[in-house]
């Protein structure tokens, strides 16, 4: 049974950091690309951060591109990202996933197989 699990979550201020993890069993991690969304209040579920299984080839989403590193450890079966200068519009419902997706599929909710249950991050002003 594959499990995603994600960590890492919480209450911080604006311009704080935080780092969540995606630690997942079940597959062979390093054969997937590891994706990272997130859910606003309202919103629709948004791209965000996706690492390829060897960490060759990374993808931001303009909202968080120079604020977000996205990284991967295989020998750990587990991802991170790593969100600094955190804004209040980056509040939401942060998940994992793990798929393995044509390249220009890599932003597409759809093209990921395997889905962590979330974690809450929210910046206060």
């Known amino acids: 049974q594959v499990q995603l699990v994600e960590s890492g979550g919480g209450l911080v201020q604006s311009g704080d950091s935080l780092r969540l993890s995606c630690a997942a069993s079940?597959?062979?991690?390093?054969?997937?690309?590891i994706c990272w969304f997130r859910h606003a209040p309202g919103k629709q579920r948004e791209f965000v951060a996706a690492?390829?299984?060897?960490?060759?080839?990374?993808e931001y989403a303009n909202s968080v591109r120079g604020r977000f590193a996205v990284s991967r450890d295989n020998s750990k079966n587990t991802g991170y990202i790593q969100m600094n200068s955190l804004r209040p519009e980056d509040t939401a419902v942060y998940s994992c996933?793990?798929?393995?997706?044509?390249?220009?599929?890599?932003?597409?909710?759809?093209?990921?197989?395997?889905w962590g249950q979330g974690t809450q991050v929210t910046v206060s002003s």
């Open positions: 996933a793990a798929g393995r997706p044509y390249s220009w599929l890599i932003t597409r909710n759809y093209a990921y197989d395997y």
């Open positions: 079940g597959l062979t991690f390093s054969s997937y690309t």
């Open positions: 690492i390829t299984s060897s960490g060759g080839n990374i």
